[in-house]
């Protein structure tokens, strides 16, 4: 991606700024999405012409990887790299923001996380969280070895 400006929150929205990135970013981590059609399914109704630049949008700058079914070469499963990762304290922190700083109505989901990500124990959420992603991932990772031919 070309530099546009030195300023570092300008490389960031360059980056990550685009509302559909994020989003994907945020079905990935809390709904444990990872195939085109998963992400279709969101309630936010992005394109498919939208996703699928996206997509390769994240998947040029490294936030995510993907690997093909097994049981079915045509569908793919997308999962973040610890780059992908990194931007989860990102979007809480969004969430965060929008939720104290808006009279707009959420979902009892959203309100839920971010109490958590407002408490005391708001590291050992993020972790968990994290850690759970991680797992996901590496099931991703796994399920796609089994029957493959590499």
């Known amino acids: 991606m070309k530099q546009r400006s030195k300023c570092a929150l300008s490389a ?3 980056f990550i700024g685009d509302k559909w990135s994020l989003l994907i970013i945020r079905d990935m981590i809390f709904f444990k999405k990872k195939t085109f059609n998963d992400f279709l399914t969101s309630k936010e ?3 498919s012409n939208i996703l699928t630049n996206r997509l390769k949008n994240l998947l040029s700058e ?3 990887q993907y690997r093909i079914n097994p049981n079915n070469k045509k569908v793919k499963w997308y999962y973040l790299t610890n780059k992908g990762i990194n931007t989860y304290p990102i979007i809480s922190e969004m ?3 929008t ?3 808006s009279n707009l109505v959420y979902s009892e ?6 109490k958590k990500f407002s ?4 590291t050992a959420f ?3 969280i994290i850690s759970s992603y991680s797992d996901s991932r590496n099931d991703i990772i796994e399920n796609s070895l089994q029957n493959s031919s590499f």
């Open 119 to 122: 408490d005391k124990q708001s």
């Open 12 to 14: 960031c929205l360059d």
């Open 95 to 97: 969430m965060k923001w």
């Open 62 to 64: 490294r936030y995510i």
């Open 126 to 128: 993020q972790r968990k």
């Open 109 to 114: 989901k959203s309100i839920n996380l971010v």
């Open 99 to 101: 939720v104290k700083n």
């Open 45 to 47: 109704g992005i394109a």
